[in-house]
């Protein structure tokens, strides 16, 4: 059981979407490297529309609102009110990029850096309630934040989001999980990433399942993406990360899956 069909707990990163110079493209990789396909976000939505696989919907593409930003994968975390996780963003040192408004009937949403520099969004479901398919391939497995100032990050999103972590304890490895407040599941990774370039922003990282790492990475060189490594056997699953043909970067892991 993978599907999800009610709102996801608050502070559950449940979401994740991508604006694109080239939405045609984009659609094109995509639904080739996972059998996506797709479906309009309504007459209001502009040109954003959502993935869908095998009938439910996994993830958003649209065209950039920004020409000049970069094309990275967003990721959201679920609110029970976004008006007053706003205001704790603005309390904890983060700075709203967006404040809270409506999305149509679908939701109210914010956008947002943490204290840190990472950009991330907050989602109040209305009528969509984000990933209504995940942990299996093509779908949403795994978002976790990279970042120099850990122990800061880690503050902010306590304060935000009153997430409480787990350390994992691995050798030349300073990671933690954070566990929702609502039942204390582990729902997405922080990790003091010192081999993040000086001229790389901390930044939240989408990862997405494959039933065959190796075979969704050689795709993925074939339809014009680049490796940023090899595919790589760990402890958590094998796992590659890609660097898609407009420049974002996500994961690809074959790690093991649960109920949500």
Not at 21 to 48: H, I
Not at 69 to 77: E, G, Q, R, S, Y
Request: proline share 5%.
């Amino acid at each position: 059981m993978s599907t999800k069909i009610s709102s996801w707990p608050a502070a559950t990163p449940m979401w994740v979407d991508l604006g694109v110079d080239d939405l045609n493209a984009a659609k094109t990789f995509y639904g080739d490297l996972f059998g996506w396909e797709f479906v309009s976000g309504g007459m209001e939505s502009g040109d954003y529309v959502l993935a869908h696989l095998r009938g439910r919907a996994v993830a958003g593409l649209g065209p950039k609102q920004n020409p000049g930003m970069p094309t990275a994968w967003t990721t959201f975390l679920a609110s029970d009110d976004v008006d007053l996780t706003a205001k704790k963003i603005d309390t904890a040192g983060g700075q709203l990029l967006a404040p809270p408004f409506d999305v149509m009937e679908s939701g109210r949403m914010a956008l947002a850096t943490d204290s840190v520099g990472a950009a991330f969004g907050v989602w109040q479901a209305g009528t969509h309630i984000g990933a209504e398919r995940v942990n299996e391939h093509g779908s949403l497995c795994w978002n976790e934040l990279h970042t120099r100032n850990y122990s800061a990050a880690r503050s902010f999103y306590s304060e935000v989001f009153d997430v409480s972590y787990q350390d994992v304890t691995e050798e030349g490895l300073v990671y933690s999980t954070f566990r929702r407040p609502s039942d204390g599941r582990e729902v997405g990774g922080m990790q003091h990433d010192t081999a993040l370039p000086e001229n790389a922003p901390t930044h939240w990282m989408t990862w997405f399942a494959s039933d065959y790492v190796a075979g969704t990475a050689t795709r993925a060189v074939e339809l014009g993406a680049t490796l940023l490594g090899p595919v790589a056997e760990t402890t958590l699953g094998r796992m590659v990360v890609v660097r898609a043909p407009q420049g974002e970067v996500f994961g690809v892991i074959d790690a093991p899956r649960t109920s949500d």
